[in-house]
């Protein structure tokens, strides 16, 4: 399951701060504690001890953008995988012994890892701990497990994307915004690819990347470090480490020249809709603080009725049913800027377009005031503190800034980054990442549609 909003929504609340507020009087702040098992297991440890209940989250350093090519969809591929049997334990222990303490458990996958979580009852962590560090290594590949998951992967493919407009849509749009990177590669996998997908393959990928020494586990909640260090040394610390893998070095994408543009007519469609993209830097690059900037940006522009895109086309002009923008920081390499608007009218779209364009071109030429700039930043850190009381949402966002480059200082010391951030500073991105040249833009219309453009 690619649960991305959710951790998405907070690295960006995380990246928001009250003004000069330290890490450690920002509220919100978290208490943390890092420390590497011999075998090179990261863990990381965040106590809320307001609920006797733990998340117990295990991190691998693999994702779609690191598959080989011909192999897409196998890093979500194992996601479905690693709930099978073992050579030591039965398929659905795992979940029975989640269900029978009241907890929940799932994956995610991403471009740039892969994560496993279950939510318990503290006395149940170390049980928890086991199960992980079981299937880690021991998990069992045959040609039956393969073929069964293989069809619930393709099944999900199908429900997800190929039978759903916007899915067929927002793939074309990522393969097209990123024609280089590999982040226009589909995390799910080409449906070629995925009935391509061998047991050896498979194999290698699992010796390769499930390691100790390429996951990192975070543990939220009432827990406290000794116990934590204790647990992990008993489970995870008699594992063997893997052979070092080699830096992470991807292809990158080249400057955009030409405004691109993706259509789709479909009979399922009823109303029309559209949305700009563009890829700009990631939050832990040599331009973070652009991306910082970016995010501001978004949320000025279009990220609550508040914004300046649902004043503009929804409540004064009354021509789109609604209209936002938003940002996605919770990548490695680059981060994802997009605008969206779905006209009241659909003999209004020209006009809808224009008019988020407009927005667009008036903030590039006249940039925002500072007033706009301090209520964003109130807004964002609101979120965060409201935020960061879900254990949940505390161990998603320590292991995402881990995964896309942070630190743990990071964790907190992000929380200050963009009270840094100026007025200027956004006019400037918006002049250097939102020109129609460097974007993608998507139009998804009912059957017989008139040309968009």
């Known amino acids: 399951m690619k649960i991305l909003s959710l951790f998405m929504a907070l690295l960006l609340l995380a990246a928001a701060a009250p003004s000069r507020l330290s890490a450690a009087s920002a509220p919100g702040g978290m208490e943390l504690e890092r420390f590497v098992l011999d075998n090179g297991l990261e863990v990381v440890v965040a106590p809320q001890r307001t609920v006797p209940v733990v998340t117990h989250m295990l991190f691998y350093r693999v994702g779609g953008a690191d598959e080989e090519p011909g192999q897409s969809g196998i890093a979500h591929f194992f ?15 795992l979940a029975a012994a989640v269900a029978a303490v009241g907890g929940n458990q799932n994956a995610f996958t991403t471009e740039d890892f892969t994560a496993y979580f279950e939510q318990v009852p503290s006395s149940a962590l170390g049980e928890m701990m086991a199960f992980e560090a079981d299937r880690m290594r021991n998990l069992v590949l045959d040609d039956a497990v393969i073929e069964t998951e293989r069809q619930v992967v393709m099944e999900e493919r199908l429900s997800r994307v190929d039978n759903e407009p916007s899915g067929i849509l927002g793939e074309a749009v990522d393969s097209t915004l990123f024609q ?54 008993e489970t995870y610390g008699k594992l063997e480490r893997g052979p070092d893998l080699p830096p992470r070095i991807r292809t990158k994408e080249p400057e955009p020249k030409v405004e691109r543009i993706a259509v789709l007519r479909d009979e399922r469609v009823s109303l029309p809709s559209f949305s700009r993209s563009w890829f700009g830097p990631a939050t832990f690059s040599a331009d973070g603080r652009d991306a910082d900037a970016l995010l501001l940006l978004s949320v000025i522009l279009g990220g609550s009725e508040r914004s300046r895109l649902h004043q503009e086309l929804v409540v004064k002009k009354q021509i789109a049913s609604s209209a936002g923008a938003g940002v996605s920081t919770s990548y490695r390499d680059y981060s994802r800027i997009s605008v969206y608007a779905r006209p009241l009218d659909p003999g209004k779209l020209r006009e809808v377009v224009q008019a988020v364009d407009a927005e667009i071109e008036k903030i590039a030429r006249e940039g925002v005031s500072d007033r706009e700039v301090e209520v964003t930043r109130k807004v964002l850190a609101s979120g965060l503190v409201l935020g960061r009381e879900s254990q949940m949402d505390r161990a998603m966002e320590i292991g995402t800034t881990l995964m896309v480059g942070g630190t743990v200082e990071d964790v907190n010391g992000i929380l200050e980054r963009l009270d840094a951030v100026t007025a200027e500073d956004i006019q400037q991105v918006a002049q250097r990442y939102l020109a129609k040249s460097r974007s993608v833009a998507a139009y998804l219309l009912p059957q017989g549609a008139e040309d968009p453009v």
Do not use: C
Request: hydrophobic share 35%; no cysteine; net charge neutral.
């Open 79 to 93: 996601e479905h995988l690693m709930f099978k049997a073992t050579s030591t334990r039965e398929s659905g222990e």
């Open 180 to 233: 280089n990177h590999p982040y226009g590669r589909p995390v799910i996998g080409w449906m070629d690819e995925i009935k391509a997908l061998t047991k050896d393959q498979l194999t290698a990928f699992y010796n390769r990347y499930y390691r100790p020494n390429n996951a990192l586990l975070v543990v939220a909640g009432d827990v406290d470090t000794a116990t934590v260090r204790r647990l992990a040394e």
